[in-house]
């Protein structure tokens, strides 16, 4: 049992894909298997009570969406534009990939800033294992908000195509599941507040047992029936894998009534400890597999004294079908939509989540409330943005101020890189998407902004006073190598396609920006600020170009020859940060604010070039 006091439910969402299938239509997507998958099917559906459910492929079985892009899309519906996110946890039985996490998958998809996520596997009970983990992160102070999504697509394991060379060699365990699971997604909001207007859901409680150690495995997909390997990856092909039916998502119907019975003796102990009333229970959200489950569960329930009214219980399978760990979400996002009208302050709404993979149980208790119920003792003690900062230790080498310094400047360089990375030009680049014609547009607006770099750092050596003369000499020899920078660059660009002549070429909006703070600053007395600048600029070359150019390169099928300027930058540019280091120490033995000074500048010059990647005009927005 994990308690909370101060984490509420602030949101729900659901994604279900395509129009609602109903049992007639189901053969379309799925299709049958052999003799035997008619007479399965209507005897499955006869007791599974599931009218219509909805898939993520088309009637020829082609994908029409991804786990990854079902659970985008609920997660886009629960954070508002702008609004950040702290923590993502993500909850699927079979994801994309065997890897990355489902999570990580979720936020490239979103080009979500960075932050804290966790991926979970597993089958119905792993969306309440990604709710627990977002609940902790709020209840803990770690993140203000998070998001806890399930997303399921088993259609594609249940394609006819998949068992076309097996004839009858496909017993019941793997018919079963083929008529009863579907594809969806859903997902909630949490936040360490109430929302500001209406009412909420408080998360009282969630528990969660696993009974792994007791039974053998009902539920799986991975591994063949009778074969004594591990799993799909010690066959000797993915291919003898498939034809063993190691990827047939199977379950033991031997098994199952054990599942029940957990369920029942868990939520007993539930009761008998205190820690759930059932007279007090306004709503019983159960996810259960099949209708024929339901009278059983409430039998057990009655004679154990336990009963919950059967107007109390709420359920969506009948419409939206087996969804698997995204069940209990889409479930929780119908019900809070059709009937939070009719919730109150103080209402419980009371959740189970069975799980026969190898057997887990899993509940919640969740209480309504308004912003202006919620205790004083539930609100956050603490905001993470407030606190200190940890002390600055100075190293051996470095002065105080200069070891602060750094300390800043990478923290505005790591918000940096990461805004870089979500632009619409470097996700082109790193998901392989970039047009040569974006390429060239960057080229365009950047060759001019190179262009003029040594122009202002020898603006700035102008400027320096006799105290900052070694400092003044470091610069110039940094602006007369870099003073030719842009001819390569040049030579790149026309040798890539480009046509435009050099006159031609014009910065961007951002680009102009830069340029201009830059060519200011440079003109004030003694301008070491633009150090801070230096700062960006060259670990733009030395970080960000380097892991573009492989993706770039391979994705236009450029020649190494037309990349000169980027392959010096990315190879080089180390060189010029030692240099830069050395420049800082020096001015910050000369000039008592220097490190205040650089940090400000790279903050403006970090915010001005990333409006220069912003403005890079990309070929479909021309279109």
């Avoid at 209507?42 to 459910?53: M, P, Y």
């Avoid at 199977?250 to 009534?257: A, E, G, I, S, Y």
């Avoid at 939509?337 to 190898?358: C, H, I, M, N, Y």
């Avoid at 070429?505 to 600053?521: I, S, T, V």
Wanted: hydrophobic fraction near 40%.
């Amino acid at each position: 049992m994990t308690p909370f006091a101060r984490t509420y439910l602030t949101g729900t969402s659901s994604f279900l894909p395509g129009e609602p299938v109903d049992n007639a239509e189901m053969d379309r997507y799925i299709g049958s298997i052999n003799r035997a998958s008619g007479r399965i099917k209507q005897r499955i559906l006869a007791e599974n009570g599931i009218n219509t459910r909805h898939y993520a492929l088309d009637a020829a079985g082609n994908s029409l969406h991804s786990v990854a892009s079902m659970g985008a899309a609920v997660v886009r519906r629960l954070i508002p534009e702008g609004e950040p996110i702290g923590f993502l946890a993500a909850a699927t039985t079979g994801g994309d990939a065997a890897a990355p996490g489902l999570a990580n998958l979720i936020q490239g998809e979103l080009k979500l800033p960075p932050l804290e996520t966790v991926s979970i596997s597993g089958i119905c009970a792993a969306s309440m294992g990604a709710l627990k983990a977002a609940a902790h992160a709020v209840e803990s102070g770690a993140a203000r908000s998070a998001v806890a999504v399930a997303s399921e697509f088993p259609s594609r394991l249940f394609k006819a195509s998949r068992f076309v060379d097996r004839g009858a060699d496909v017993d019941f365990d793997a018919h079963f599941l083929r008529w009863m699971l579907s594809d969806g997604a859903g997902g909630v909001a949490l936040s360490s507040q109430p929302a500001p207007s209406g009412l909420s859901l408080k998360l009282k409680w969630i528990h969660q047992k696993s009974f792994s150690g007791d039974l053998a495995t009902c539920m799986q997909v991975g591994q063949s029936p009778g074969n004594r390997l591990p799993g799909y990856l010690d066959y000797p092909t993915l291919a003898e894998a498939e034809r063993a039916g190691a990827f047939d998502l199977r379950q033991d119907l031997r098994l199952l009534p054990n599942l029940f019975d957990l369920g029942l003796h868990e939520y007993a102990r539930l009761v008998k400890s205190g820690d759930l009333d059932p007279s007090r229970v306004t709503w019983f959200l159960c996810h259960y597999s099949s209708e024929r489950f339901k009278p059983l569960m409430q039998k057990l329930m009655d004679e154990a004294g336990l009963s919950i009214p059967p107007d109390r219980w709420y359920s969506n399978l009948s419409s939206k079908g087996n969804t698997g760990s995204a069940s209990i979400f889409i479930m929780l996002d119908e019900f809070y939509r059709t009937r939070g009208a009719e919730l109150k302050t103080g209402d419980q709404v009371f959740g189970f989540v069975p799980e026969s993979g190898q057997f887990t149980v899993a509940y919640f208790l969740l209480e309504v409330v308004d912003a202006q119920s919620a205790p004083e003792h539930a609100r956050p003690t603490h905001d993470l943005d407030t606190l200190a900062p940890p002390p600055i230790v100075p190293t051996d080498s470095l002065a105080p101020s200069v070891s602060g310094m750094l300390k800043d400047l990478m923290a505005i360089w790591h918000d940096y890189r990461s805004a870089v990375f979500r632009t619409d030009l470097a996700r082109a680049i790193l998901d392989g998407s970039v047009q040569r014609a974006d390429y060239l547009a960057w080229m365009e607006s950047w060759i001019p902004q190179v262009r003029e770099g040594s122009l202002w750092m020898r603006r700035a050596v102008s400027s320096m006073g006799p105290g900052l003369r070694p400092l003044a000499e470091l610069v110039h020899t940094h602006a007369g190598e870099e003073q030719l920078d842009w001819q390569v660059l040049y030579a790149d660009y026309r040798d890539a396609g480009g046509l435009l002549p050099l006159e031609a070429l014009r910065m961007n909006p951002g680009g102009e920006a830069l340029n201009a703070f830059m060519h200011a600053y440079a003109a004030r007395p003694d301008p070491i600020g633009l150090l801070g600048g230096i700062y960006v600029i060259e670990g733009t070359g030395q970080r960000i170009v380097p892991t573009l150019m492989p993706r770039l390169k391979a994705s236009l099928n450029l020649s190494p020859a037309v990349l000169r300027f980027m392959a010096y930058h990315g190879e080089n540019d180390q060189a010029h940060m030692l240099r830069w280091l050395e420049a800082v120490k020096l001015a910050a033995e000369h000039v008592p604010d220097a490190a205040g000074q650089i940090t400000r500048v790279a903050e403006s010059v970090a915010a001005l070039y990333l409006q220069q990647w912003k403005h890079v005009p990309m070929q479909e927005t021309r279109q």
